[in-house]
């Protein structure tokens, strides 16, 4: 899975909306084209990548808010084993789209061209939420061929999950492979990159995923403008 490719162009539409206009008429003509050339630049820059590994066992106490994992390693997140419940194995992914378009935004805000680099930042974020679905996608397509059903992806930091548990599965999944790392404060570099669990279970049942649907930030710009 090192190597991979993203299904589907990233919209104008989708950009604006991210941005918070609400119709393309409301938009101005500088903005559009801007919008349209940081996609161009942003499909042009991005180098996807994604690495997974499968976790054989997890036990799961939702009364108490405790997920083990293969049994050694302990989680204590009632927002992750609620998520979870039903689930027997998991799926651990890890994707990132490089650290060009990173690059390039630094870039651009160092010449004060800050409408370039929001923009641009905007659209490496969508590119990295259509590389995560498609690896859950593949993902929930190899277990309902096991008659295994999936969960949602859910990352550390996510709800009540300690960010601390990033360092246990990054280890698992050896995020280095796709020339990604973890900081001593647990975050990933580059910053386009995103490690997650996918619950995997005879029980679970969900055909699409939006992340929205389960995410606790109220102040993200994504969920509000959705």
Not at 27 to 47: D, P, Q, W, Y
Not at 136 to 143: C, D, E, L, P, T
């Amino acid at each position: 899975m090192d190597d991979f490719s993203v299904e589907g162009q990233v919209t104008e539409a989708e950009v604006l909306e991210l941005y918070g206009y609400q119709s393309v008429d409301e938009v101005s003509t500088k903005i559009r084209e801007s919008v349209n050339k940081m996609i161009a630049k942003g499909e042009e820059l991005a180098e996807y990548r994604a690495t997974n590994c499968v976790i054989d066992n997890i036990e799961i106490d939702d009364d108490k808010g405790i997920i083990i994992f293969n049994d050694s390693y302990q989680s204590d997140s009632s927002y992750l084993a609620s998520k979870l419940k039903g689930a027997t194995q998991a799926t651990i992914g890890l994707v990132s789209i490089g650290y060009e378009i990173e690059e390039q935004i630094n870039e651009y805000f160092a010449e004060n061209n800050y409408l370039a680099a929001t923009i641009l930042d905007l659209v490496g974020n969508r590119l990295l939420d259509k590389l995560t679905k498609e690896v859950w996608h593949i993902v929930r397509s190899s277990s309902l061929a096991m008659d295994l059903g999936v969960s949602g992806y859910y990352s550390p930091g996510e709800g009540d999950w300690d960010l601390k548990s990033q360092e246990y599965l990054f280890d698992l999944v050896d995020g280095k492979k796709i020339d990604v790392n973890l900081t001593n404060s647990y975050a990933l570099v580059p910053q386009k990159s995103l490690l997650f669990i996918i619950g995997q279970g005879p029980d679970l049942d969900i055909e699409d995923y939006d992340p929205c649907s389960d995410c606790t930030n109220e102040e993200c710009q994504f969920k509000k403008n959705r």
